[in-house]
């Protein structure tokens, strides 16, 4: 009922497209670029019903205070402290080995800002769980979102990134100027 629901809020009422197609992976950490207003979240509540998949993601704590916190739970967030010192990629990595299946969904950016460079730690969570990355990009400007075949990382982070830049390269956020390329 809710994928339906979805996919004709998705492309009847928003008129967006889908390329590609999710992989059959049980496991995978999902990047998603740009991010760069909250639209994103819900446009990627959307697309998860539509592609009709199990994907996790964590989030600041105090989003999963009252009266919200229960809305992101249920959604598949998890609170994290970003204000101690954490090995995130660790405590990632260790979550994939206990569950049976974990899609880790991210914004690799760090922020809606403007950044220059992507922060590396789903390319060391992928690594150290021994898991894909699959890219999925919401492009705004040609309304549409972009899921990628798996990546899998190699020994060399720069021609993965090479990869990861390529795949994103003209994808416009919601607000296009603090869009990642």
């Known amino acids: 009922m809710l994928h339906h629901l979805a996919k004709f809020i998705y492309f009847k009422l928003m008129g967006w497209k889908l390329l590609g197609e999710f992989p059959e992976v049980d496991k995978c950490v999902v990047i998603v670029i740009p991010h760069t207003h909250w639209y994103d979240f819900p446009l990627g509540l959307l697309v998860r019903k539509i592609v009709n998949k199990e994907i996790n993601y964590i989030g600041k704590k105090s989003l999963f205070r009252a009266p919200y916190g229960w809305f992101f739970r249920w959604t598949g967030g998890t609170p994290v402290d970003r204000s101690k010192n954490h090995n995130m990629v660790d405590a990632v990595a260790a979550i994939f080995e206990q569950k049976k299946i974990f899609r880790f969904a991210l914004a690799p950016e760090g922020t809606r800002k403007k ?26 400007a040609k309304k549409q979102v972009k899921i990628s075949a798996p990546l899998w990382p190699t020994e060399n982070l720069n021609m993965d990134f090479r990869k990861v830049r390529q795949f994103y390269k003209d994808v416009k956020g919601k ?3 603090n869009s990642f390329n």
């Open 115 to 140: 950044v220059k460079a992507l922060r590396t730690g789903f390319y060391y969570i992928a690594k150290k769980a021994g898991v894909p990355i699959v890219m999925v990009a919401f492009d705004f």
């Open 175 to 177: 607000v296009p100027e």
